[in-house]
C-alpha cells in the first residue's frame, strides 16, 4: 500500500505544527528546514498558500494525492459545505477513527494495526486503512491483539471523553462511531475552505 514513508520531522518543521504526533526535534527548531530556514522571510503567493494547506491536510492524515483528490471530488457531490464534508471524510477512515479512539498512539501507528488485521469493525476484521466507517458502527481491537503493548500502553491514560462522536466501552476494547463530528470538533488546524479554492481553479 502507498504511503508517505520519508522524513517526518522535516515535514512538521515545514508547516510549523508537530502533525505526525508529539516531536522533540521541532519543539527546538520550529522554523522550516534548511540552510536559511531561520531567516527564510519570503513571501508566498495565494496559489502556494493554498498548495500548503493540502499538503498539510494530507500529511496530517496521511493520504496521497489521488486518495485525497477522489475524497475532495466525492465530498463536491455530497449535501453540505465542501470543505467540511472533505474533514468529514477524512476523520470516517477507519485509521483515524482508530486513533481517535486511542487504541494508537499516532495514525501511523493505527494504520499499521489496521494492515495487520488487529482491528475489526462490527465483529470482522477490516485490514483497509481508507475503510470508511459508518454512523453506528462498532469499531474495536481483535481479541488476541488486545494485549499488544503499543495497544495497552496507547490506551492507559487516555480521555476518551473528548471526542464527542465517540462512544468508548474499555471493558471490550472497541468503541462505537456515534456519526460524522461538525466542524468545530475537529481540532486538526487545517483552513478546508483554501483546499476548495485551489481546487475550484
Known amino acids: 500500500m502507498a ?52 499538503q498539510k491536510a494530507k ?3 496521511g493520504v496521497l ?19 467540511e464534508v472533505l474533514l468529514q471524510f477524512l476523520e470516517a477512515r477507519l485509521d483515524n477513527v482508530v486513533f481517535r479512539m486511542g487504541i494508537a498512539p499516532t495514525r501511523a501507528a493505527a494504520r499499521q494495526l489496521v494492515s495487520h488485521k488487529h482491528i475489526v469493525v462490527d465483529g470482522k476484521v477490516v485490514n483497509i486503512p481508507s475503510y470508511s466507517v459508518k454512523p453506528g458502527q462498532i469499531v474495536g481491537v481483535r481479541e488476541k491483539a488486545k494485549s499488544l503493548e503499543v495497544i495497552s500502553d496507547s490506551l492507559s491514560g487516555f480521555n476518551h471523553s473528548k471526542y464527542a462522536w465517540i462512544e468508548w466501552d ?32
Open 3 to 54: 504511503r508517505y514513508t520519508g522524513p517526518r520531522t522535516r515535514i512538521a518543521r515545514k508547516f510549523g505544527e508537530a502533525i505526525f504526533g508529539p516531536d522533540k526535534v521541532l519543539s527546538k527548531k520550529n522554523y522550516p528546514p534548511g540552510q536559511h530556514g531561520v531567516n527564510k522571510r519570503r513571501k508566498t503567493s495565494e496559489y502556494g498558500v493554498q498548495l500548503r494547506e493540502k
Open 59 to 61: 500529511y496530517t492524515y
Open 65 to 83: 494525492e489521488k486518495q485525497f483528490r477522489n475524497l475532495f471530488e466525492k465530498a463536491s457531490r455530497t449535501k453540505g459545505i465542501k470543505g
Open 170 to 201: 474499555e471493558t471490550s476494547k472497541s468503541g462505537k462511531f456515534l456519526h460524522l463530528p461538525e466542524r468545530a470538533d475537529i481540532p486538526e488546524n487545517i483552513k478546508e475552505q483554501l483546499i476548495v479554492e485551489l481546487y475550484s481553479k
